[in-house]
């Protein structure tokens, strides 16, 4: 198996940068959950459009969708409540930053549980969860591999909208 290069940013980084992009004027706001799913969209497609990772971590198949544990330990404590502006030092790349502006208009209009539905609905969650029941614990890695290649399909089938 071919090991995927990565740009190696902490995840906690990329979780900031969505925290604290989002148009709280305008009355935006994230939750732990909504945050968990754009980190996994803006890996996939990092990993579609670099050919990288943005951050090493695996993601699990839980419950609710794909979740990075250290993320999760870290806002666990908001519940489903709105996860508070935090400070952040920009200094990721032109690259980077457009890519999770890309992210955060395709899929940040969308709701929490519209996210949780959709990763409930692609193979890379549904791969790792093995068939187990909705209901019980899955701690399973999601394999990049296999993000890599479903969201390269999508990708090469809509090109322009990747969430139709």
Not at 17 to 36: M, N, P, V
Not at 50 to 61: G, V
Not at 129 to 144: F, L, N, Y
Request: aromatic residues 12%.
């Amino acid at each position: 198996m071919k090991i995927m290069k990565s740009f190696n940013i902490k995840s906690d980084k990329i979780a900031d940068y969505f925290i604290c992009t989002i148009d709280r004027e305008a009355g935006d706001s994230i939750t732990h959950l909504k945050l968990q799913k754009l980190l996994f969209y803006a890996q996939a497609w990092s990993m579609v459009l670099f050919d990288k990772t943005l951050f090493e971590e695996d993601f699990q198949a839980w419950l609710h969708g794909p979740v990075l544990p250290s993320i999760y330990e870290k806002y666990k404590k908001f519940g489903y409540e709105t996860i508070p502006l935090s400070n952040f030092d920009n200094d990721l790349s032109k690259e980077i930053i457009e890519l999770l502006e890309d992210i955060r208009g395709v899929y940040g209009e969308k709701s929490a549980k519209y996210l949780e539905d959709l990763t409930h609905s692609e193979l890379p969650w549904l791969e790792a969860r093995g068939g187990i029941s909705i209901e019980m614990r899955c701690i399973t890695p999601i394999s990049k591999t296999t993000m890599k290649d479903f969201y390269t399909k999508l990708h090469e089938r809509n090109p322009v909208n990747e969430t139709n």
